[in-house]
T-cell receptor, first 116, second 113 residues
């Protein structure tokens, strides 16, 4: 089954404790991205990757890091989480930049993060 | 910076009524997509519109892309309780090596039986 898998789905942590949210897709997609969803603000793009070793900032990258060492994986790293990073996070993937304008974004089920 | 504004933010209607959701921007997009999101799940694509003025129909849902490719609308005819959910528009912006999807603020629709 084609899917995007995120882990963990739920996480409560404390300020400053490094954490990683993993994302994996099994569709051989080139394009992957991370979003955070907050009430009244919709989905905001954090980082995206056009292919292995090719990442770029989205609209709200501060406080986050990503890496793309393999095509299928795109982990989101919070080196020193703060309470304002409490949010619902989504990973998504799409075919690639050649079909960027018409490509469907496939989303994971989301990871709800609370930073105390 | 929020480039896509959706209206209304919330909508509660009776089953059988019609409704329209708007997605507006001052920016031009290469394409515009509409997604629906249910609680506890990620958004799922409904439609992609690419050409200015394009109209697409998906059963009781009609999507239109503005002539200038800056805005879009979603019209639902004879809403059903199964239409309940969060509707999100998303504009694709590419160029100069960047590839971004900009999402709207969302419209939360509740259809009452």
């Amino acid at each position: 089954e084609a899917q995007v898998t995120q882990n963990p789905r739920y996480l409560i942590t404390v300020t400053g404790k490094k954490l990683t949210v993993t994302c994996s897709q099994n569709m051989n997609h080139e394009y992957m991205s991370w979003y955070r969803q907050d009430p009244g603000l919709g989905l905001r793009q954090i980082y995206y990757s056009m292919n292995v070793e090719a990442t770029d900032k989205g609209d709200v990258p501060e406080g986050y890091k990503v890496s793309r060492k393999e095509k299928r994986n795109f982990p989101l790293i919070l080196e020193s989480p703060s309470p304002n990073q409490t949010s619902l996070y989504f990973c998504a993937s799409s075919l690639g930049t050649d079909l960027f304008n018409t490509g469907e974004l496939f989303f994971g089920e989301g990871s709800r993060l609370t930073v105390l | 910076t929020q480039l896509l504004e959706q209206s209304p933010q919330f909508l509660s209607i009776q089953e059988g009524e019609n409704l329209t959701v708007y997605c507006n921007s001052s920016s031009v997009f290469s394409s515009l997509q509409w997604y629906r999101q249910e609680p506890g799940e990620g958004p799922v694509l409904l439609v992609t519109v690419v050409t200015g003025g394009e109209v697409k129909k998906l059963k009781r849902l009609t999507f239109q892309f503005g002539d200038a490719r800056k805005d879009s609308s979603l019209h639902i005819t004879a809403a059903q309780t199964g239409d309940t959910g969060l509707y999100l528009c998303a504009g694709a912006k590419s160029g100069s090596g960047t590839y971004k999807y900009i999402f709207g603020t969302g419209t939360r629709l509740k259809v009452l039986a």
